[in-house]
Structure formats: structure tokens, C-alpha cells
């Protein structure tokens, strides 16, 4: 998944995501938080590279 010519999300917005994350999901299991938060940073690095494409095609 992770090319060197593909973007990534920016570290500051994948940290605040999994702050956030496991901040909501404290009270349930560890793993099942830590899995959570997982495929939320998935989910926020694949919305930010969609933003990203289209950004890109918008300026062409």
C-alpha cells in the first residue's frame, strides 16, 4: 500500500485520529480498541489520499 509516489496522510492528522479513537473507545476491550483505531487510520489515510487525487485533478 505505501509507494513512494503515493501521499500519506500527515503524521499530526493520523496522531490526532488515534487520540481521538482511543480516547472514545477507552472503555472497551484493549484489543478491540487498538483494532479500532487501526482501520479508523486506515480509514482517515485513505479519505485523505482521495482528497489528495481529487485535489490533484482539479488543478489540472
Known amino acids: 500500500m ?3 509516489t ?3 496522510a500527515p503524521e ?3 496522531i490526532s ?3 481521538f479513537v482511543l480516547g472514545v473507545t477507552e472503555q472497551l476491550d484493549p484489543l478491540v480498541s487498538l483494532q ?3 482501520v479508523i487510520k486506515q480509514l482517515v ?3 485523505y489520499l482521495m ?3 481529487d485535489g490533484k485533478r482539479r488543478a489540472e
Open 12 to 14: 499530526p492528522l493520523l
Open 6 to 8: 503515493m501521499a500519506q
Open 2 to 4: 505505501d509507494s513512494p
Open 45 to 47: 489515510n485513505i479519505a
Open 17 to 19: 485520529s488515534e487520540r
Open 36 to 38: 479500532l483505531t487501526g
Open 51 to 53: 482528497g489528495n487525487e
